[in-house]
């Protein structure tokens, strides 16, 4: 199992920004997909945004596409979230996750099937 480590969030007013990182036990970002899940209280668990790391390949929410923007860093072993313009919608616990770069389903890229490793989760708050 691939440890992951979050990093970053915390809070901030409407309209600002934050940067979640996420470092990998990896030798390689190259057999995983890579992402950001997260939770907002009394809801289920959505996917934000994944990314296949042998490709860049990137998948974004409709709530976040054109606020969000994820990147790894293969050098690092980390995937990082930048998201600007946060709205208070955007509160939840962030999770990031990884599985198998073949057990990814571009036809729902955004699905917490195929993720087999997930962070402790780090709170993200946006005030209004």
């Known amino acids: 199992e691939v440890q992951l480590v979050e990093s970053g969030g915390g809070s901030v007013q409407a309209g600002g920004s934050l940067r979640l990182s996420c470092a990998a036990s990896?030798?390689?970002?190259?057999?995983?997909?890579l992402g950001w899940f997260r939770q907002a209280p009394g809801k289920e668990r959505e996917g934000v945004s994944t990314i296949v790391g042998r490709y860049g390949t990137t998948y974004y929410a409709d709530s976040v596409k054109g606020r969000f923007t994820i990147s790894t860093d293969n050098a690092k072993k980390t995937v990082d979230l930048q998201m600007n313009n946060l709205k208070p919608d955007d509160t939840a616990v962030y999770y990031c996750?990884?599985?198998?770069?073949?057990?990814?389903?571009?036809?729902?890229?955004?699905?917490?099937?195929?993720?087999?490793?997930w962070g402790k989760g780090i709170l993200v708050t946006v005030s209004s």
């Open positions: 996750a990884t599985g198998p770069y073949l057990a990814h389903d571009s036809r729902d890229p955004l699905t917490r099937l195929g993720m087999d490793s």
């Open positions: 990896v030798f390689t970002l190259d057999n995983y997909v």
